[in-house]
Protein backbone atom coordinates (compact mmCIF):
# COMPACT_ATOMS: atom_id res chain seq x y z
CA UNK A 1 0.00 0.00 0.00
CA UNK A 2 1.15 3.48 -0.13
CA UNK A 3 3.71 5.49 2.26
CA UNK A 4 3.52 8.55 3.54
CA UNK A 5 6.41 10.32 5.33
CA UNK A 6 6.38 13.41 6.68
CA UNK A 7 9.41 15.46 8.22
CA UNK A 8 10.36 17.05 10.23
CA UNK A 9 8.64 16.03 13.49
CA UNK A 10 9.00 19.53 15.19
CA UNK A 11 9.67 22.66 14.04
CA UNK A 12 10.42 25.95 15.37
CA UNK A 13 10.10 29.49 13.97
CA UNK A 14 10.29 33.46 14.61
CA UNK A 15 6.69 35.26 14.29
CA UNK A 16 6.94 36.32 10.80
CA UNK A 17 9.09 33.62 9.06
CA UNK A 18 8.16 30.80 6.93
CA UNK A 19 7.70 27.21 7.52
CA UNK A 20 8.26 25.00 5.32
CA UNK A 21 7.28 20.76 5.95
CA UNK A 22 7.88 17.78 3.27
CA UNK A 23 5.90 14.74 2.54
CA UNK A 24 7.07 12.27 0.25
CA UNK A 25 4.87 9.22 -1.30
CA UNK A 26 5.33 6.04 -2.84
CA UNK A 27 2.46 5.07 -5.03
CA UNK A 28 2.71 6.92 -7.77
CA UNK A 29 -1.21 6.43 -8.81
CA UNK A 30 -2.51 8.45 -5.66
CA UNK A 31 -4.30 11.64 -6.69
CA UNK A 32 -4.97 13.38 -4.13
CA UNK A 33 -3.16 15.36 -1.32
CA UNK A 34 -4.69 16.82 1.60
CA UNK A 35 -2.85 18.59 4.57
CA UNK A 36 -4.75 18.46 8.30
CA UNK A 37 -4.23 21.24 10.94
CA UNK A 38 -4.96 20.05 14.66
CA UNK A 39 -4.74 22.25 17.30
CA UNK A 40 -4.27 20.59 20.99
CA UNK A 41 -7.40 18.99 21.98
CA UNK A 42 -8.69 19.43 18.89
CA UNK A 43 -10.10 17.49 15.95
CA UNK A 44 -7.95 17.37 12.58
CA UNK A 45 -9.21 20.22 9.89
CA UNK A 46 -8.89 20.21 6.42
CA UNK A 47 -6.54 23.57 5.60
CA UNK A 48 -5.36 23.06 1.73
CA UNK A 49 -5.54 20.12 -0.90
CA UNK A 50 -4.11 19.79 -4.12
CA UNK A 51 -4.79 16.81 -6.61
CA UNK A 52 -2.65 15.29 -8.94
CA UNK A 53 -3.51 17.23 -11.89
CA UNK A 54 -2.05 20.49 -9.93
CA UNK A 55 1.59 22.02 -9.52
CA UNK A 56 -0.05 24.22 -6.86
CA UNK A 57 -2.06 25.46 -4.91
CA UNK A 58 -2.30 29.14 -2.63
CA UNK A 59 -5.09 30.19 0.01
CA UNK A 60 -3.74 33.60 1.46
CA UNK A 61 -0.41 32.72 3.42
CA UNK A 62 -0.81 29.18 3.20
CA UNK A 63 0.59 27.13 -0.08
CA UNK A 64 0.90 23.62 -1.24
CA UNK A 65 3.03 22.50 -4.10
CA UNK A 66 3.11 18.78 -5.46
CA UNK A 67 6.06 17.13 -7.92
CA UNK A 68 4.24 14.58 -9.03
CA UNK A 69 8.07 12.81 -10.87
CA UNK A 70 9.62 13.23 -7.00
CA UNK A 71 6.50 12.12 -5.85
CA UNK A 72 6.34 14.60 -2.92
CA UNK A 73 4.88 17.61 -1.91
CA UNK A 74 5.31 20.47 0.64
CA UNK A 75 2.99 22.88 2.35
CA UNK A 76 3.98 26.67 2.79
CA UNK A 77 3.24 28.83 5.44
CA UNK A 78 4.26 32.12 5.03
CA UNK A 79 4.09 35.21 7.63
CA UNK A 80 3.57 32.81 10.48
CA UNK A 81 1.48 33.86 13.55
CA UNK A 82 1.08 32.19 16.50
CA UNK A 83 -2.07 31.05 16.11
CA UNK A 84 -0.28 29.06 13.48
CA UNK A 85 0.96 26.73 16.19
CA UNK A 86 -0.67 23.26 15.72
CA UNK A 87 0.41 19.90 14.39
CA UNK A 88 -0.23 19.39 10.49
CA UNK A 89 -0.67 16.31 8.93
CA UNK A 90 -0.20 15.68 5.30
CA UNK A 91 -1.88 12.77 3.44
CA UNK A 92 -2.17 10.79 0.07
CA UNK A 93 -4.99 8.76 -0.93
CA UNK A 94 -4.63 6.02 -2.77
CA UNK A 95 -6.45 5.07 -6.01
CA UNK A 96 -8.41 2.39 -4.84
CA UNK A 97 -10.89 4.53 -3.23
CA UNK A 98 -11.17 6.64 0.02
CA UNK A 99 -8.43 5.08 2.10
CA UNK A 100 -5.84 8.20 2.98
CA UNK A 101 -2.46 7.62 3.97
CA UNK A 102 -1.18 9.48 6.45
CA UNK A 103 2.02 11.09 7.80
CA UNK A 104 3.32 11.17 11.30
CA UNK A 105 2.53 15.05 11.65
CA UNK A 106 4.90 17.77 12.26
CA UNK A 107 4.55 19.81 15.53
CA UNK A 108 4.89 23.73 14.59
CA UNK A 109 5.40 26.38 17.50
CA UNK A 110 5.81 30.07 16.18
CA UNK A 111 7.42 31.92 18.88
CA UNK A 112 6.12 35.51 19.48
CA UNK B 1 -25.13 22.14 9.15
CA UNK B 2 -24.21 19.50 12.13
CA UNK B 3 -20.98 18.48 11.90
CA UNK B 4 -19.55 14.83 12.78
CA UNK B 5 -20.67 13.59 16.19
CA UNK B 6 -18.86 10.75 17.87
CA UNK B 7 -19.81 9.47 21.49
CA UNK B 8 -18.76 9.36 23.80
CA UNK B 9 -15.91 12.08 24.26
CA UNK B 10 -14.16 10.36 27.15
CA UNK B 11 -14.33 6.18 27.99
CA UNK B 12 -12.58 4.24 30.46
CA UNK B 13 -12.03 0.53 30.58
CA UNK B 14 -10.30 -2.15 32.22
CA UNK B 15 -8.31 -4.76 30.44
CA UNK B 16 -10.50 -7.26 28.88
CA UNK B 17 -13.10 -5.76 28.62
CA UNK B 18 -14.81 -4.28 25.31
CA UNK B 19 -16.18 -1.08 24.15
CA UNK B 20 -18.68 0.40 21.16
CA UNK B 21 -18.40 4.10 19.88
CA UNK B 22 -20.32 5.54 17.80
CA UNK B 23 -19.94 8.03 14.88
CA UNK B 24 -22.60 10.30 13.16
CA UNK B 25 -21.59 11.90 9.68
CA UNK B 26 -22.41 14.91 8.35
CA UNK B 27 -26.20 14.64 6.88
CA UNK B 28 -25.68 13.50 2.97
CA UNK B 29 -22.43 11.46 3.63
CA UNK B 30 -22.25 8.00 2.71
CA UNK B 31 -18.46 7.04 3.58
CA UNK B 32 -17.30 6.71 7.57
CA UNK B 33 -13.94 6.09 8.42
CA UNK B 34 -12.01 5.43 11.55
CA UNK B 35 -8.60 6.39 12.66
CA UNK B 36 -6.40 5.43 15.63
CA UNK B 37 -4.53 8.29 16.57
CA UNK B 38 -1.49 7.95 18.99
CA UNK B 39 1.37 10.18 19.99
CA UNK B 40 3.47 7.54 18.70
CA UNK B 41 2.16 6.11 15.47
CA UNK B 42 0.08 9.17 14.08
CA UNK B 43 -2.96 8.32 12.31
CA UNK B 44 -3.45 4.89 11.79
CA UNK B 45 -6.56 3.86 9.79
CA UNK B 46 -8.87 0.91 11.00
CA UNK B 47 -11.49 0.71 8.00
CA UNK B 48 -13.97 2.81 6.18
CA UNK B 49 -17.60 1.89 5.90
CA UNK B 50 -19.65 2.95 2.67
CA UNK B 51 -23.28 2.64 2.01
CA UNK B 52 -23.44 -0.13 4.90
CA UNK B 53 -20.28 -2.11 3.51
CA UNK B 54 -16.80 -1.93 4.61
CA UNK B 55 -14.99 -0.98 1.78
CA UNK B 56 -11.04 -0.76 3.24
CA UNK B 57 -9.46 -2.01 6.04
CA UNK B 58 -6.74 -1.63 7.79
CA UNK B 59 -3.93 -3.48 9.78
CA UNK B 60 -5.57 -3.84 13.06
CA UNK B 61 -6.36 -7.48 14.39
CA UNK B 62 -9.80 -8.82 14.73
CA UNK B 63 -10.51 -7.45 18.02
CA UNK B 64 -11.58 -3.80 16.15
CA UNK B 65 -14.68 -3.88 13.95
CA UNK B 66 -17.25 -1.97 12.90
CA UNK B 67 -20.68 -1.71 11.33
CA UNK B 68 -22.78 1.38 9.35
CA UNK B 69 -26.53 1.65 9.78
CA UNK B 70 -28.68 2.33 6.82
CA UNK B 71 -28.65 6.15 8.64
CA UNK B 72 -24.92 6.32 7.64
CA UNK B 73 -24.31 6.30 10.80
CA UNK B 74 -21.08 3.80 12.24
CA UNK B 75 -20.07 2.23 14.91
CA UNK B 76 -16.39 0.73 16.04
CA UNK B 77 -16.20 -2.38 18.16
CA UNK B 78 -13.10 -3.22 20.18
CA UNK B 79 -13.23 -6.46 22.26
CA UNK B 80 -11.03 -8.46 24.92
CA UNK B 81 -9.10 -4.77 25.48
CA UNK B 82 -5.54 -4.22 25.71
CA UNK B 83 -3.51 -1.22 27.09
CA UNK B 84 -2.31 -0.53 23.95
CA UNK B 85 -5.75 0.23 22.91
CA UNK B 86 -5.58 3.32 24.73
CA UNK B 87 -5.95 6.48 22.06
CA UNK B 88 -8.08 9.09 20.41
CA UNK B 89 -10.46 7.24 18.07
CA UNK B 90 -11.34 9.62 15.31
CA UNK B 91 -14.18 9.22 12.54
CA UNK B 92 -14.38 11.03 9.58
CA UNK B 93 -17.08 10.94 7.24
CA UNK B 94 -17.10 12.00 3.61
CA UNK B 95 -19.40 11.85 0.46
CA UNK B 96 -17.56 8.86 -0.54
CA UNK B 97 -16.21 9.57 -4.22
CA UNK B 98 -12.89 11.16 -5.54
CA UNK B 99 -13.75 14.61 -3.88
CA UNK B 100 -12.28 16.40 -1.20
CA UNK B 101 -10.62 15.19 2.15
CA UNK B 102 -12.18 13.99 5.28
CA UNK B 103 -14.47 16.18 7.76
CA UNK B 104 -13.26 14.49 11.14
CA UNK B 105 -15.14 14.29 14.57
CA UNK B 106 -13.81 15.31 17.49
CA UNK B 107 -12.96 12.18 18.87
CA UNK B 108 -13.43 9.54 21.70
CA UNK B 109 -10.49 9.03 24.11
CA UNK B 110 -10.32 5.62 25.36
CA UNK B 111 -8.15 4.88 28.21
CA UNK B 112 -7.98 1.07 29.48
CA UNK B 113 -6.79 0.33 32.86
Known amino acids: GENVEQHPSTLSVQEGDSAVIKCTYSDSASNYFPWYKQELGKRPQLIID?????GEKKDQRIAVTLNKTAKHFSLHITETQPEDSAVYFC???????????FGTGTSLTVIP | KAGVTQTPRYLIKTRGQQVTLSCSPISGHRSVSWYQQTPGQGLQFLFE???????NKGNFPGRFSGRQFSNSRSEMNVSTLELGDSALYLC????????????FGSGTRLTVV
Open chain 2, 92 to 103: ASSLGGQEIGYT
Open chain 1, 50 to 54: IRSNV
Open chain 2, 49 to 55: YFSETQR
Open chain 1, 91 to 101: AARGPGGNQFY
